[in-house]
Nanobody, 117 residues
Framework: QVQYVESGGSLVQPGGSLKLSCAAS????????MSWYRQAPGKERELVAQITPTGRSTVYSDSVKGRFTLSRDNTKNTAYLQMNSLKPDDTAVYYC??????????WGQGTQVTVSS
């Protein structure tokens, strides 16, 4: 059974940093692109960043480019999202997921990031 466990979210002041982790299981992690998504209250879930299976290439949404860095450790089946220069607009629940997951595959519980002074 596929499972995603996101962690690392918390309350942080504007301009601060956080590092999120996503521990995945139930599939061959190193075969898949991995993505981070976020969902703010009252908004649709949006794709934030994606990384290739080897970790050599990443893409980011315009809203986080230059501030967030996605990485992965295939020996630990874990993806990371380093978030710097956080803004109040980054407040959301953050989720990870493999690219191409079946539509009925469960999402993880997510991790709450709140940026506020």
């Amino acid at each position: 059974q596929v499972q995603y466990v996101e962690s690392g979210g918390s309350l942080v002041q504007p301009g601060g940093s956080l590092k999120l982790s996503c521990a995945a299981s139930g599939f061959t992690f190193s075969d898949y692109f991995m993505s981070w998504y976020r969902q703010a209250p009252g908004k649709e879930r949006e794709l934030v960043a994606q990384i290739t299976p080897t970790g050599r290439s990443t893409v980011y949404s315009d809203s986080v480019k230059g501030r967030f860095t996605l990485s992965r450790d295939n020996t630990k089946n874990t993806a990371y999202l380093q978030m710097n220069s956080l803004k109040p607009d980054d407040t959301a629940v953050y989720y990870c997921r493999r690219r191409g997951a079946p539509g009925d595959e469960d999402w993880g519980q997510g991790t709450q990031v709140t940026v506020s002074s």
